[in-house]
């Protein structure tokens, strides 16, 4: 079936040489960075605990046959769950949610990935963090909302782990996340068999062998058989830029640089999405420019050719876009959303975006708003999952004081809307 698409410094020797001295340093530095990196999550989890009601990190799939599983961290009363619901194609109302994982106090459950390992059966994943440690974990769901597995672990070592993205691949699913086992912040995969378990030992898919700091991955959306990892990275220089490893049955070839983000900032993520068998599309926030846009390139993955950077959003100003996500149909034709901000005077009330592209790559019109609302409040970090009949789903959090809720949009291919806006959340904030 096809389916869619975280010292002690001391002062050196004289003996030693300016070299050694800036080595010493560029080690501190990153050290110190990878520990402000693990100590964000524990900081965040205090400062959602004032928090009566939000929605945080949106995931969405399509299972191949029209249905769509979105997940999310659901904040307030002081604790944290990861919930989920299902949709149709088109529906609206009659929206039921489901509680993936239950809430703990004094544990923060967020960052939730979600993928159809076939098409009655949906894996999600999530970070869990507490005594001062963050765990991956998993959870098998009925399309009907009905947990099908408990909890399990899918990180096979007792180091920290975090972030997590799944893809379902032709023999089950992949998984991939931030490990700190090796005492920095690399990227580990472990493949999942077709009963959701996962399987074998994880395997670190950053090849660079040294001190860097790898970034948030992500894993491809799109109906190829094999799987694209991509990260933020600092090796060589300390500068961040982009890689991408191949995965089918593991590992295939080397670590490809995908290009610059031209700003330190390991927050900085891309997005990939299969275009055909062997070419898919890179997105991600880019500063060549002095502040952030939305860039975009093209890859013959079978020859590890990119074509050259190409801006996608197309304002004439300098407020920020950001957290680029692009997903297809199998049959080349795409569409990328984004967080935008050009009708605002200050990067916080912004506006989902989108572009839509042909099967040939190139962009069908202009940037087009995809929130029916004018008002400025803040909408923050969309998702897309589109399905082979080219129905696709766009949701972002959206809301006011720092309480969110998830709204979403549904389209078919190029850009024909089905309906206006509509809340996911809402029925359950009142209840």
């Not at 610059?260 to 390991?266: E, F, G, V």
């Not at 304002?315 to 876009?321: C, E, F, S, T």
């Not at 202009?366 to 995809?370: E, L």
């Given at each position: 079936m096809q389916r869619s698409g975280d010292f002690l410094l001391c002062l050196p020797h004289p003996i030693f040489s300016r070299m050694?001295?800036?080595?010493?340093?560029?080690?501190?530095?990153?050290?110190?960075?990878?520990?402000?990196a693990l100590a964000q999550v524990h900081t965040d989890t205090i400062a959602v605990r004032k928090l009566t009601h939000s929605t945080w990190h949106a995931a969405v799939d399509e299972n191949g046959n029209g249905l769509y599983c979105v997940v999310w961290t659901q904040r307030g009363e002081g604790v944290s769950k990861i919930r989920a619901l299902f949709l149709r194609q088109g529906q609206r109302e009659e929206i039921r949610v489901f509680d993936v994982s239950a809430p703990n106090p004094g544990f923060e459950d967020s960052k939730p990935a979600v993928t159809f390992l076939n098409c009655d059966t949906a894996i999600v994943a999530w970070q869990r963090g507490g005594d001062g440690r963050q765990r991956v974990l998993y959870r098998l769901l009925a399309g009907n909302g009905q947990a099908l597995s408990d909890e399990g672990w899918i990180s096979d070592a007792e180091a920290d782990a975090m972030l997590p993205a799944l893809r379902r691949t032709p023999v089950g699913a992949l998984a991939v996340w931030q490990d700190f086992r090796n005492l920095q912040l690399d990227i580990y995969a472990r493949p999942m068999n077709a009963e959701g378990l996962p399987e074998g030992h994880a395997s670190m898919l950053n090849?660079?062998?040294?001190?860097?700091?790898?970034g948030q991955p992500k894993l491809s959306a799109g109906s190829c058989p094999a799987a694209l990892a991509v990260w933020s990275d600092n090796r060589v220089d300390g500068k961040w830029k982009f890689y991408y490893q191949l995965w089918r049955a593991g590992p295939v070839g080397e670590n490809v640089l995908l290009d610059?983000?031209?700003?330190?900032?390991?927050t900085t993520l891309a997005a990939a999405a299969w275009m055909?068998?062997?070419?898919?599309?890179?997105?991600?926030?880019?500063y060549r420019e002095g502040h952030s846009n939305i860039y975009r390139r093209v890859a013959d993955i079978s020859r590890s050719t990119l074509t050259p950077?190409?801006?996608?959003?197309?304002?004439?100003?300098?407020?920020?876009?950001?957290?680029p996500v692009i997903a297809g149909d199998g049959r080349g034709n795409m569409v990328m959303?984004?967080?935008?901000?050009r009708n605002t005077e200050t990067n916080q009330q912004g506006d989902t975006y989108m572009q839509v592209f042909e099967r040939d790559g190139s962009p069908r019109g202009?940037?087009?708003?995809?929130n029916d609302r004018d008002d400025r409040i803040p909408r923050k970090a969309p998702v897309i999952a589109m399905a082979v009949d080219g129905v696709y789903l766009i949701v972002w959090h959206q809301g006011e004081e720092s309480s969110f809720d998830l709204v979403g949009q549904w389209f078919r291919y190029p850009d024909e809307r089905l309906g206006e806006n509509f809340c996911l959340t809402c029925r359950e904030k009142k209840q």
């Open positions: 050694k001295i800036r080595n010493i340093l560029l080690v501190l530095l990153l050290s110190c960075l990878t520990r402000a090849d660079d062998g040294g001190r860097a700091l790898q610059s983000a031209q700003r330190k900032n390991m055909s068998q062997d070419t898919a599309v890179f997105v991600w926030k880019d950077a190409q801006r996608i959003n197309d304002d004439d100003g300098d407020r920020w876009q950001r957290l959303c984004w967080e935008d901000y202009g940037n087009q708003r995809v």
